[in-house]
């Protein structure tokens, strides 16, 4: 029987990374931000000097990811984010970064139990069977503002109205592209986080995924 999978799925700074990484905390699941997997591709382009929309630049630094860099904190930037929503419309791109992404799956890390992977297109091509499936979203504005305190935070200087456009024109894209579009999947459940804290968010989302885990947690149950 495959690992316990939980899919997170939703738009830019909806909060589907920090719910997924307590999810996980939570299950004693591993966690993946998939996310990383594209703008440590967009990193590998721009510090060579590449084209993000060029295949062969974007197929060359997918290729060549250094996992290490995950918590590089130049990930973070606007610059990347779009550079990386750019490559991540190349099915060449997609089909090179889909191999991790399904093996950490089948073999969660640290032979964790289960995994939470939170990204665009985990519950509708990633991992289509996923025990549950959820989508987060909330209005621009408010995700525009938790954005723009995060890079604030990182000591990126933005207004909140260029976050905002930014956000904006990266879901458009996300959910244009022909492959993998931003979309919840039919049998995912819906959290609108615009009105909730994150305690509250993580709650709701416990609320909705705990049930359709049920099954596979009685048959093994952790303590
Ligand atoms: O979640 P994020 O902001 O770190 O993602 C950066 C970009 O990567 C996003 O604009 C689209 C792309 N992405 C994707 O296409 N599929 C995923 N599963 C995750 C991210």
Same mark, same amino acid.
């Given at each position: 029987m495959r690992p316990c999978v939980i899919a997170v799925d939703g738009t830019a700074a909806s909060g589907k990374g920090t719910l997924a990484r307590r999810l996980a905390a939570h299950f004693g699941f591993a966690h993946l931000d998939s996310g990383v997997l594209y703008r440590l591709t967009a990193l590998g382009v721009l510090e060579a000097g590449g084209?993000? #929309?060029s295949e062969a630049d974007a197929l060359a630094a997918a290729r060549a /990811? +250094?996992? !290490?860099? !995950? #918590? +590089?904190?130049? *990930?973070?930037?606007d610059r990347v984010g779009a550079a990386a929503s750019r490559l991540a419309a190349i099915a060449a791109v997609r089909a090179a970064l889909l191999r991790y992404q399904r093996d950490f799956i089948a073999h969660p890390p640290g032979a964790a139990p289960g995994s939470v992977v939170d990204g665009?297109? /985990? #519950?509708?091509? /990633?991992?289509?069977? !996923? +025990?549950a499936k959820l989508f987060v979203d909330a209005t621009p504005e408010v995700r525009a503002h938790r954005r723009w305190q995060e890079l604030a935070g990182l000591g990126i200087a933005r207004t909140e109205q260029q976050v905002l456009d930014e956000l904006v024109n990266r879901d458009a894209a996300d959910r244009a592209r022909?492959?993998?579009?931003l979309r919840q999947a039919p049998d995912a459940a819906l959290l609108d986080t615009?009105? *909730?804290g994150i305690d509250a968010a993580f709650a709701a989302a416990l609320a909705l995924v705990k049930p359709r885990l049920a099954a596979k947690l009685e048959a093994k149950p952790r303590g």
């Open positions: 084209d993000p #929309g /990811i +250094d996992h !290490a860099r !995950a #918590g +590089d904190p130049r *990930l973070r930037s665009r297109d /985990i #519950g509708t091509v /990633i991992c289509p069977d !996923a +025990d022909t492959v993998a579009p615009t009105n *909730l």
